[in-house]
């Protein structure tokens, strides 16, 4: 059975930083395509970054610089690192996983997910 399990979300003052994982089970990340996604009340599942099998990272242009995605194959986790954070950043991240190769920034594209870690940056 699949299971990715996100952590690492918490109360953070504006500046600060955040480290998520998604802790796999069931697969291997790195043979997937894997992403974090967010949401924020009231409003739709937007893409942050992604990771392909083959370590090509990508990430919304706004989030560029700021946040960084990465992954332990070891471990079988992904981690979205976040730092310079703002209160816009505040929702729930969610990381997912697709076997489809392309189009990382769809929602629809991932077979996978995890429950969600709520992040919350305070000004």
């Known amino acids: 059975q699949v299971q990715l399990v996100d952590a690492g979300g918490g109360l953070v003052q504006a500046g600060g930083s955040l480290r998520l994982s998604c802790a796999a089970s069931?697969?291997?990340?790195?043979?997937?395509?894997t992403g974090w996604f967010r949401q924020a009340p009231g409003k739709e599942r937007v893409f942050v970054s992604a990771?392909?099998?083959?370590?090509?990272?990508y990430y919304t242009v706004s989030l560029k610089g700021r946040f960084t995605i990465s992954r332990d194959k070891a471990k079988n986790t992904m981690y979205l690192q976040m730092n310079s954070m703002k209160p816009e950043d505040t929702a729930v991240y969610y990381c997912?996983?697709?076997?489809?190769?392309?189009?990382?920034?769809?929602?629809?594209?991932?077979?996978?997910w995890g429950q969600g870690t709520q992040v919350t940056v305070s000004s």
């Open positions: 997912a996983a697709t076997r489809s190769y392309g189009d990382y920034e769809n929602p629809s594209n991932y077979h996978y």
């Open positions: 990771i392909t099998w083959d370590g090509n990272t």
């Open positions: 069931g697969l291997t990340l790195s043979d997937y395509g």
